[in-house]
Every structure is written in structure tokens, then in C-alpha cells.
């Protein structure tokens, strides 16, 4: 039996592509050889999250390990955090002693580096693959052991792994118009106006809902809008929406998506608005125009980096938060939609831009390298 270990932060940056990568695995492992899902064992340690479920889910045993984040800048929190990193690297041995993996993937953040750190002194072997432009810490340490190293962006970037749901509508939205019109009748809008898909992460983003709530009037005008708040906003701005009384059929309000309705929301869009993570591939693959928001605290900048690196493709537009004024955004908004040609060039520039074989090269990766030490 090959066993795999897997690790990661608890964000859905993280566990996402994970679960791209399982599934990917199995497909791979299982099915060329004749095998079954009992030859191969995959564990997640990791920080409690509420993905984790999702995990588990896909049959995959899941494994607390305490979160230590490590800051680059003084903060008297780091003593805490680096008594807490030991005790996570204690944990993960006690974990590893019991169960030897073949081969560790990690996608990085907070939770990753003490599972790491015992892998290293017990002579796992790890990949790792980073998601921004800019590596973060965690991966930047690991990267000095890791049998290999995936980056997604720059001249050999591989992008992110993206869930099997997502690319299977991904290449139908490329070749059937009529995709567009039958995911937008799921989400109940039933006119050809433009649709904008509003988006905020995984946990929405209040700066950008706050915005999106006080320009609404002028949008509706022009467009139809499905707006993704989070989860924690979602009662505060369905009662601040209440108040304008509008139909479903121009403004629709969701906490959060499961991946067959992102699937549809990125099929049913004309022109997304978003942060600047590792969303921007999802948005490729669908090779939507994109006006991006870069989250001005996302460490070293990454998100600004990230927005810039596929701005200069010509498929997005960036507005830094300073900038995010109701003239400007809307502007913005008519020159994209009212002008077909450059609506297509940037359309065309995303299509260009989209990686949709990464689940797949990263696994075969961590199978070749899993099968090397059985």
C-alpha cells in the first residue's frame, strides 16, 4: 500500500486544490492498473477547518495539527506562535511515528510548516506548489528540502489545481454558447443584460460588499448582479438588500457557492470583479474579462503582484482599493461591456492564460515520487 500524505492552511486556497490533486490521484493510481481505492491511504494534517469535511468526504483521514503562523515583521505574538510551532512539529511526529508516509504534497500556509518539519526529520519526501507570485514563508523554507517544487505563476508556471467540476463546464462554456444562457436561468435571471459575478474569497470581503451595496442603484441599471458576500455577512447584507425590495431576477444575494454552483456563476457571467488570489485561474479557465481588486494586507503584496502578472496579458483590469471610487468602478464596468472588441481580447487573453492540466501533472508527480521510495 502507498500511502500519501497531504497538508495545507485551512483556507479553501488550500484544501481545494487538494481535493483536485485526490481526485486526480485516484483516477491515475487506481484506474490504469486495475486497483482499488485500498492501495493507496491519503491523510491531511492540518489546522481544524471547516473544509475539512470536504476531505474527509473524498475518504480522506483527517488529522489536527496545531497552527503556528510566523510573522515577518515584529510582533510580540510570534513567542507565542513559535512555543505553538513546536508543539505542532511534536504532534506531527507523534502522528508520523504510527504511519510512514511515501511521499508529502503541501500547498503551504500557517498549518504546513510543522507537518513539514517532521517530514524532514523523518526523511519524507515533499512537494510543495505555491499559488502566488510571491512565495510565502512557509513554502519559501520548505522549498530548501522539497524533492520538487510546482510555482503557478512566471515562464514555468503551472497555475492551480482546479476541481474536476470547474474544468468539465470550463470546456463546455469554451464551446457551447448556450452554457451562458442555461447557468444564468439556475441563478433565476431571465434578460440578456450583462451579468456581473461579484466575488470576495473564500470569506467574502466586507470593503468590497460595502461598495458593490452603495453603487447598487447605478449597476442595476446597466447590468444584472450575483454577488457573493461570505457567510459571516450574509444575514447583515440580505437585510440591507431587503430594503431596496428587488426582484431576483436583476440582483441575486449568496453567502457562499458549493463547486456546481461556481461552475455555473463563472459560466453565467459577462465580467467578474474579485480579489486577486488564486481565483484569477479559476476566471481564466472560464476566460471571462475580470476587473480585480487586490487585497491591499495580503502578505508582501501578493495579491497587487498577482492581479499586475496577468493584467499585463490584457485579460483583466486592476483597481487598487485607494482608486475604488463609484465614477471610476463604473467607467470601468461600460468600457469593458460596451466595447465588444476589446470584451473579446480580453476574453481571449484569459483562455490563453488558463492552465487546466494541473491536478494532473502534480499528481503523477507525487505518485512517481511515492512509488520511488515503495
Not at 19 to 26: M, R
Not at 171 to 182: C, G, L, P, Y
Request: net charge positive; charged share 20%; proline share 5%.
Amino acid at each position: 500500500m502507498q500511502r500519501i500524505l497531504l497538508t495545507g492552511g485551512g483556507t479553501g486556497g488550500h484544501i481545494y486544490p487538494l481535493l483536485a490533486i485526490t481526485k486526480k490521484i485516484y483516477d491515475l493510481a487506481c484506474l490504469p492498473v486495475g486497483m482499488g481505492f485500498k492501495n493507496y491511504e491519503l491523510r491531511y494534517y492540518g489546522p481544524q477547518s471547516p473544509y475539512n469535511d470536504l476531505l474527509r468526504q473524498e475518504g480522506i483521514e483527517v488529522y489536527w495539527v496545531m497552527g503556528a503562523k510566523l510573522r515577518r515583521y515584529f510582533s510580540w505574538l510570534n513567542l507565542v506562535d513559535i512555543f505553538k510551532l513546536g508543539l505542532a512539529v511534536l504532534q506531527s511526529l507523534w502522528y508520523l511515528t504510527g504511519w510512514r508516509p511515501d511521499a508529502a504534497f503541501s500547498k503551504g500556509g500557517p498549518g504546513a510548516l510543522p507537518v513539514l518539519l517532521a517530514c524532514r526529520l523523518y526523511g519524507v519526501p515533499i512537494i510543495i506548489h505555491e499559488s502566488d507570485a510571491v512565495m510565502g514563508l512557509t513554502n519559501k523554507i520548505s522549498s530548501r528540502w522539497a524533492a520538487k517544487v510546482f510555482q503557478a505563476w512566471g515562464p514555468e508556471g503551472v497555475g492551480i489545481p482546479l476541481r474536476e467540476e470547474l474544468l468539465e463546464l470550463a470546456k463546455k462554456n469554451a464551446a457551447e454558447r448556450q452554457i451562458r444562457f442555461f447557468a444564468r436561468s439556475e441563478f433565476g435571471f431571465d434578460s440578456a443584460k450583462p451579468l456581473i459575478l461579484v466575488l470576495g474569497g473564500s470569506q467574502g470581503s466586507q470593503r468590497i460588499n460595502d461598495f458593490i451595496f452603495q453603487n447598487l442603484p447605478g449597476l442595476l441599471e446597466k447590468c444584472h448582479v450575483l454577488h457573493q458576500v461570505g457567510k459571516t455577512n450574509f444575514t447583515e447584507y440580505k437585510n440591507k438588500i431587503a430594503l431596496y425590495n428587488l426582484p431576483p431576477t436583476t440582483y441575486h444575494l449568496v453567502s457562499s457557492f458549493n463547486v456546481k454552483e461556481m461552475a455555473a456563476a463563472y459560466a453565467a457571467a459577462d465580467l467578474i470583479i474579485s480579489r486577486a488570489g488564486s481565483v484569477i485561474f479559476e476566471i481564466a479557465a472560464f476566460g471571462k474579462p475580470s476587473i480585480l481588486i487586490p487585497l491591499p494586507e495580503a502578505a508582501n503584496n501578493h495579491q497587487l503582484i498577482n492581479a499586475q502578472t496577468y493584467a499585463a496579458t490584457g485579460a483583466a483590469i486592476i483597481i487598487e482599493e485607494p482608486n475604488l471610487l463609484k465614477v471610476t468602478f463604473n467607467r470601468l464596468i461600460e468600457g469593458v461591456l460596451d466595447d465588444r472588441e476589446r470584451y473579446q481580447k480580453m476574453a481571449s487573453a484569459a483562455r490563453t492564460f488558463a492552465k487546466l492540466t494541473t491536478a494532473e501533472t502534480i499528481a503523477n508527480s507525487l505518485l512517481t515520487l511515492a512509488r520511488g521510495k515503495c
